[in-house]
């Protein structure tokens, strides 16, 4: 008789601990989803790398862009002339240069 009793009561024990675990596993779960490192803070870090991939891509883009310029410079001597230029803001003799004033 004491052992029927044992294993009843054993049982409904076992099935509070499991109901409990079972509780306790998706209070968990919800907290992870629903915390500071859960779903919320996964689509910020997707956000996040799309942007930096997108920065990266025109990066890209740019320094591929200023290769071509340095190309062009090393094999043109016209091109490299006009670049002293530009930037020294040198003019050659007997050459006239136009300047306006800003919003002309």
């Not at 054993?10 to 409990?20: D, F, Q, W």
């Not at 799309?50 to 891509?57: A, D, K, V, Y």
């Not at 310029?69 to 050659?92: A, F, G, N, T, W």
Request: charged share 30%; glycine share 4%; proline share 3%.
């Amino acid at each position: 008789m004491w052992s029927r009793y044992y294993l009843t009561m054993k049982s409904s024990v076992i099935r509070l601990a499991y109901g409990a675990a079972l509780v306790m596993a998706v209070v968990y779960a919800f907290y992870t989803i629903r915390g500071p490192h859960g779903v919320s803070a996964w689509m910020e870090k997707r956000q996040e790398i799309r942007e930096m991939e997108e920065s990266n891509t025109g990066l890209a883009r740019e320094n591929q862009l200023k290769r071509e310029y340095i190309d062009r410079l090393r094999q043109s001597q016209s091109e490299q002339e006009m670049e002293i230029r530009k930037r020294l803001k040198l003019v050659k003799p007997n050459e006239k240069v136009f300047m306006k004033r800003p919003g002309e």
